[in-house]
């Protein structure tokens, strides 16, 4: 696990051994950043099921001005600390331990709003229509921005959605699914 591009191109990340925590591999992040391309320099970012932290460093290291990090686990935001540290970001950051559906309505009621959600919850939840019917119902991603699951690639996202929301893309890589929704401009 490494940084792809930008700032500390090339450096290696920490994550916990073992299969509690999956990281996104370095093939999956790079063909996500290529579909998204440039990253404006004031986006907001928020990292749900954050992990190692690897996906919202890599927005980062390409320049978003700050990324919020959400996990309900210690050990997991232990990595991301870490990490942020190794590549000098933490005053472009925040740690929130906290599982996401407290997270996102504490985002609603602080008017806090997001460029760019990145959600990658256990696979064996499956829960990632509740994520995005939640995201989309409290309000948290601003017109224009981009909210992108990492699921597995049984567990469809967009097919139950009813919310003015533009089909970016959708790619299967092995078991795993990345769906991105970009929402309408105002």
Do not use: W
């Not at 991301?80 to 933490?90: A, D, R, S, T």
């Not at 097919?159 to 003015?164: G, L, T, V």
């Amino acid at each position: 696990m490494r940084i792809i591009s930008g700032t500390n191109k090339g450096k290696k990340l920490y994550a916990p051994e073992g299969m509690s925590v999956r990281p996104t591999s370095d093939k999956i992040k790079e063909s996500l950043f290529n579909i998204i391309g440039y990253i404006n320099e004031d986006s907001r970012v928020l990292d749900l099921f954050a992990g190692s932290g690897n996906v919202g460093i890599e927005f980062l290291a390409r320049g978003a001005e700050f990324c919020c990090f959400v996990d309900a686990s210690h050990k997991s935001l232990s990595y991301v600390k870490k990490n942020l540290e190794l590549c000098n970001f933490q005053d472009k950051s925040k740690i929130i331990l906290s599982d996401y559906e407290k997270a996102i309505i504490n985002f609603y009621k602080n008017n806090e709003k997001f460029d760019y959600i990145f959600a990658d919850p256990p696979y064996d939840l499956k829960c990632c229509i509740k994520i995005v019917k939640s995201i989309f119902e409290n309000k948290i991603l601003k017109p224009g921005g981009m909210l992108i699951i990492e699921s597995d690639k049984s567990e469809t996202v967009f097919e139950s959605i009813d919310i003015n929301v533009i089909k970016y893309k959708e790619k299967i890589y092995g078991r795993t699914r990345i769906s991105i929704m970009k929402l309408a401009e105002d």
